[in-house]
């Protein structure tokens, strides 16, 4: 899950398989000097790239990490310190190898009791169901999309897989419901931000009713701190779409309904909605739609707001 990082911390995208732009061309190349051991660009190319992905904190900690190889003291202290408090809350993040020039320093003494305090406050059983109920969440995806493919739509296969698919998500999301009228909207602080994480992509595959009443609780978490701007920036966009009201940032995508290629849905004044994603972590409108096949041409310059 939210396998976009590489290098050791998390190595498991097939960035390669993507069309080279923006964050995932920022992470290709950010691994390609990593791997020619310039450390220091490297970790300057992480930081970018955190700042493409919607602000996840695994980010910084692989730009810590490339920081403290380089021998940036100051940038790898900075960075993990800044991951921590963003719910990058893993016991192994501080026992990498890279950061034992770090461990003679007075302040590494601070992260570990940061670090140790902020997962000592962690409901870590509810984390632990986040996430699985997420992966859950994603492999149903996978196999019910891998049946459409080999079957017709229509035939046995495909409306039995259909039926376990419903089923299964109904089951996955009922649950997330439950534990947000339980716990609230689920906090980086209470589960880490990979349990807020988890919740959030459940939450985008819901109806669009329950949607508009969890929005205002998850945008709430971001303004305290507590979970990702470009996650709120993508259900918010979802929920106005759903509605048949422009989006804000230009996330959501259809196809039209003679079929061919798919199109960014209205945007509402988009000649700003670059800005608008940069101010949420997300890279511009067009290195995000040439994924999709889809060629966009800004529409215009941006007038500043008086």
Known sequence: MRQIWSVALLATVAVNALPAQGLFATLQKADSTENAGNHAAAAKLYEQAYGLSGFDPVGLGVAARSAARGGLKEVALRDLGKAIDQGYLEPRLLGDSAFKSLRSDPRW??????????????????????????????????????????????????????????????????????????????????????????????????????????????????????????????????????SKKPQIYGSQLSVPPGGGNPVADPIENPECVDARRKSVGLEPLAEYLIRYGIVYKPAGVCAPTK
């Open 109 to 242: 003494k601070a992260l570990e009791a940061k670090l140790q305090r902020k997962l000592s406050a962690l409901n870590q059983k509810l984390r632990a169901e986040l996430i699985t109920l997420a992966d859950q969440d994603q492999q149903n995806r996978h196999d019910y999309q891998a049946i459409v493919k080999k079957f017709k739509t229509g035939s046995r296969e495909s409306d039995a897989a259909n039926k376990a698919f419903n089923t299964a998500d109904s089951a996955i999301q009922a649950r997330v419901q439950t534990i947000i009228v339980e716990h609230g909207w689920p906090t980086r602080s209470k589960v880490g931000d990979d349990g807020a994480h988890a919740a959030w992509i459940i939450v985008q595959h819901m109806p669009k009713e329950y949607q508009e009443t969890v929005l205002p609780k998850l945008l709430a978490a971001i303004k305290a701190g507590e979970a990702q701007p470009g996650d709120g920036a993508l259900l918010q966009d979802r929920v106005l779409t759903r």
